[in-house]
Protein backbone atom coordinates (compact mmCIF):
# COMPACT_ATOMS: atom_id res chain seq x y z
CA UNK A 1 0.00 0.00 0.00
CA UNK A 2 1.27 3.46 -0.82
CA UNK A 3 0.70 5.45 2.53
CA UNK A 4 2.07 8.72 1.09
CA UNK A 5 -1.30 8.44 -1.42
CA UNK A 6 -3.45 7.01 1.21
CA UNK A 7 -2.87 9.97 4.12
CA UNK A 8 -3.75 12.45 1.39
CA UNK A 9 -6.66 10.97 0.25
CA UNK A 10 -7.70 10.89 3.82
CA UNK A 11 -6.91 14.24 4.31
CA UNK A 12 -9.16 15.26 1.47
CA UNK A 13 -11.73 13.61 2.52
CA UNK A 14 -11.73 14.54 6.06
CA UNK A 15 -9.06 16.77 6.90
CA UNK A 16 -11.56 20.25 6.52
CA UNK A 17 -14.46 17.72 8.19
CA UNK A 18 -16.17 19.57 11.22
CA UNK A 19 -18.52 15.89 11.63
CA UNK A 20 -18.81 16.97 15.62
CA UNK A 21 -19.66 20.58 16.00
CA UNK A 22 -17.90 20.77 19.21
CA UNK A 23 -14.87 19.15 17.99
CA UNK A 24 -12.18 20.89 16.05
CA UNK A 25 -11.91 20.40 11.99
CA UNK A 26 -10.51 17.96 10.94
CA UNK A 27 -10.79 15.71 14.16
CA UNK A 28 -11.65 12.53 12.69
CA UNK A 29 -8.61 12.68 10.55
CA UNK A 30 -6.72 13.56 12.87
CA UNK A 31 -7.94 10.80 14.98
CA UNK A 32 -7.37 8.66 12.86
CA UNK A 33 -3.91 8.81 11.78
CA UNK A 34 -3.34 8.85 15.99
CA UNK A 35 -5.33 5.27 15.48
CA UNK A 36 -3.41 4.00 12.48
CA UNK A 37 -0.19 4.63 14.71
CA UNK A 38 -1.17 2.80 17.76
CA UNK A 39 -2.90 0.55 16.80
CA UNK A 40 -0.01 -1.08 15.23
CA UNK A 41 1.97 -0.83 18.63
CA UNK A 42 -0.44 -2.29 20.21
CA UNK A 43 -0.32 -5.24 17.73
CA UNK A 44 3.51 -5.17 18.47
CA UNK A 45 3.09 -5.76 22.37
CA UNK A 46 -0.20 -8.39 22.00
CA UNK A 47 0.86 -9.99 18.98
CA UNK A 48 4.63 -9.43 18.45
CA UNK A 49 5.39 -12.02 15.81
CA UNK A 50 2.34 -11.55 13.54
CA UNK A 51 2.83 -8.57 11.40
CA UNK A 52 0.86 -9.76 8.61
CA UNK A 53 -2.21 -7.84 8.69
CA UNK A 54 -0.23 -4.31 9.49
CA UNK A 55 -0.95 -2.45 6.38
CA UNK A 56 -4.70 -3.26 6.60
CA UNK A 57 -4.54 -1.98 10.03
CA UNK A 58 -2.86 1.08 9.42
CA UNK A 59 -5.37 1.68 6.62
CA UNK A 60 -8.33 0.58 8.47
CA UNK A 61 -7.16 2.89 11.23
CA UNK A 62 -6.46 5.79 9.09
CA UNK A 63 -9.98 5.56 7.65
CA UNK A 64 -12.35 3.85 10.26
CA UNK A 65 -14.30 7.18 11.06
CA UNK A 66 -14.69 8.32 7.89
CA UNK A 67 -18.52 7.69 8.24
CA UNK A 68 -18.60 9.90 11.28
CA UNK A 69 -21.85 12.01 11.72
CA UNK A 70 -23.85 9.80 9.02
CA UNK A 71 -25.17 6.81 11.28
CA UNK A 72 -24.72 4.21 11.86
CA UNK A 73 -20.85 5.85 11.11
CA UNK A 74 -19.37 2.13 10.85
CA UNK A 75 -21.10 0.51 7.91
CA UNK A 76 -21.39 4.14 6.43
CA UNK A 77 -17.77 4.34 6.64
CA UNK A 78 -17.15 1.11 5.16
CA UNK A 79 -19.06 1.73 1.91
CA UNK A 80 -17.46 5.40 2.04
CA UNK A 81 -14.23 3.67 2.39
CA UNK A 82 -14.45 1.07 -0.51
CA UNK A 83 -15.72 3.69 -2.98
CA UNK A 84 -12.52 5.97 -2.00
CA UNK A 85 -10.33 3.04 -2.21
CA UNK A 86 -11.05 1.10 -5.01
CA UNK A 87 -8.05 1.99 -6.87
CA UNK A 88 -5.63 1.71 -4.08
CA UNK A 89 -6.07 -1.70 -2.86
CA UNK A 90 -6.55 -4.45 -3.89
CA UNK A 91 -9.38 -6.55 -3.60
CA UNK A 92 -8.25 -8.48 -1.15
CA UNK A 93 -7.23 -5.82 1.00
CA UNK A 94 -9.91 -3.74 0.12
CA UNK A 95 -12.55 -6.07 1.57
CA UNK A 96 -10.10 -6.78 4.98
CA UNK A 97 -9.91 -2.98 5.85
CA UNK A 98 -13.85 -2.29 4.70
CA UNK A 99 -14.42 -5.87 7.00
CA UNK A 100 -13.20 -4.28 9.95
CA UNK A 101 -13.97 -0.38 9.42
CA UNK A 102 -17.35 -1.83 9.25
CA UNK A 103 -17.72 -2.94 12.92
CA UNK A 104 -15.23 -1.18 14.91
CA UNK A 105 -17.90 0.19 17.02
CA UNK A 106 -19.69 -3.15 17.75
CA UNK A 107 -17.67 -4.20 20.48
CA UNK A 108 -18.23 -7.76 22.13
CA UNK A 109 -15.18 -8.67 24.30
CA UNK A 110 -16.90 -11.37 25.84
CA UNK A 111 -17.13 -13.32 22.16
CA UNK A 112 -15.05 -14.62 19.73
CA UNK A 113 -17.69 -13.19 16.70
CA UNK A 114 -14.46 -10.79 15.45
CA UNK A 115 -11.16 -11.25 14.64
CA UNK A 116 -8.12 -9.79 16.98
CA UNK A 117 -7.32 -7.89 14.15
CA UNK A 118 -10.87 -6.22 14.75
CA UNK A 119 -10.49 -6.30 18.49
CA UNK A 120 -7.14 -4.34 17.75
CA UNK A 121 -8.58 -1.54 16.13
CA UNK A 122 -11.51 -1.38 18.37
CA UNK A 123 -9.42 -1.12 21.23
CA UNK A 124 -6.83 1.16 20.00
CA UNK A 125 -9.69 3.68 18.68
CA UNK A 126 -11.12 3.81 22.10
CA UNK A 127 -7.85 4.79 24.33
CA UNK A 128 -7.40 7.53 21.53
CA UNK A 129 -10.18 9.15 23.92
CA UNK A 130 -8.50 9.39 27.01
CA UNK A 131 -5.16 10.67 28.52
CA UNK A 132 -4.02 13.74 26.90
CA UNK A 133 -6.79 13.53 24.12
CA UNK A 134 -9.33 13.07 26.48
CA UNK A 135 -8.45 16.29 28.12
CA UNK A 136 -8.54 18.34 24.59
CA UNK A 137 -11.55 17.17 23.76
CA UNK A 138 -13.31 18.03 27.14
CA UNK A 139 -11.85 20.87 27.21
CA UNK A 140 -12.50 22.03 23.28
CA UNK A 141 -16.46 20.62 24.52
CA UNK A 142 -16.74 23.01 27.25
CA UNK A 143 -15.39 26.06 25.38
CA UNK A 144 -17.75 25.26 22.96
CA UNK A 145 -20.94 24.73 24.84
CA UNK A 146 -20.03 28.18 26.58
CA UNK A 147 -18.28 27.17 30.15
CA UNK A 148 -17.95 30.38 32.05
CA UNK A 149 -15.51 29.11 34.38
CA UNK A 150 -12.78 26.31 34.54
CA UNK A 151 -14.48 24.41 37.94
CA UNK A 152 -17.28 23.82 35.26
CA UNK A 153 -14.97 20.54 34.41
CA UNK A 154 -13.87 19.02 37.42
CA UNK A 155 -17.62 19.48 38.21
CA UNK A 156 -18.07 17.47 34.59
CA UNK A 157 -15.44 14.70 35.32
CA UNK A 158 -16.80 14.19 39.30
CA UNK A 159 -20.24 13.21 37.62
CA UNK A 160 -20.21 12.50 34.02
CA UNK A 161 -16.82 11.21 33.36
CA UNK A 162 -16.38 9.43 36.11
CA UNK A 163 -19.39 7.12 35.77
CA UNK A 164 -18.57 6.51 31.99
CA UNK A 165 -15.21 4.81 33.06
CA UNK A 166 -15.49 1.11 34.21
CA UNK A 167 -18.23 0.84 30.93
CA UNK A 168 -15.51 1.84 28.87
CA UNK A 169 -12.73 -0.16 30.26
CA UNK A 170 -15.10 -3.06 29.74
CA UNK A 171 -15.62 -2.81 25.97
CA UNK A 172 -11.97 -2.94 25.86
CA UNK A 173 -10.50 -6.69 24.44
CA UNK A 174 -7.03 -6.92 25.65
CA UNK A 175 -5.99 -6.51 29.30
CA UNK A 176 -2.81 -4.82 27.96
CA UNK A 177 -5.27 -2.28 26.24
CA UNK A 178 -6.84 -2.04 29.92
CA UNK A 179 -3.62 -1.15 31.60
CA UNK A 180 -2.87 1.40 28.82
CA UNK A 181 -6.28 2.73 29.38
CA UNK A 182 -5.76 2.79 33.67
CA UNK A 183 -3.05 4.66 33.30
CA UNK A 184 -4.19 7.33 31.10
CA UNK A 185 -7.60 7.89 33.09
CA UNK A 186 -5.15 8.25 36.10
CA UNK A 187 -3.09 10.74 34.02
CA UNK A 188 -6.75 12.73 33.42
CA UNK A 189 -7.84 12.11 36.89
CA UNK A 190 -4.89 13.92 38.09
CA UNK A 191 -4.63 16.98 35.97
CA UNK A 192 -8.10 17.44 36.50
CA UNK A 193 -7.39 17.16 40.61
CA UNK A 194 -4.70 20.31 39.81
CA UNK A 195 -6.89 21.99 37.65
CA UNK A 196 -9.74 21.96 40.46
CA UNK A 197 -6.62 22.51 43.55
CA UNK A 198 -5.80 25.83 41.70
CA UNK A 199 -9.14 26.99 40.05
CA UNK A 200 -9.75 27.18 43.74
CA UNK A 201 -6.81 30.07 44.72
CA UNK A 202 -4.47 26.73 45.91
CA UNK A 203 -1.32 25.96 45.37
CA UNK A 204 -0.28 22.33 45.00
Known sequence: MNFERLEASAFRAMGKRKSHVEREIGHVYFHGKRVSHSVLLLRKRIFPEDDSRDEILRCAGLFHDIGKGIE??????????????????SEAELNAVCEIISVHDDRHPEDDRYSPWVKLLQDADHLDHFGSQGLWLSFTYRAYVGQ??????????????????????????FDISKEIFDEKVKYERDVIRRLKLEGEGDYV
Open 148 to 173: EDMMGLPAFYESEWDSSVPGTRSHLN
Open 72 to 89: PHARTGAALARELLKDEL
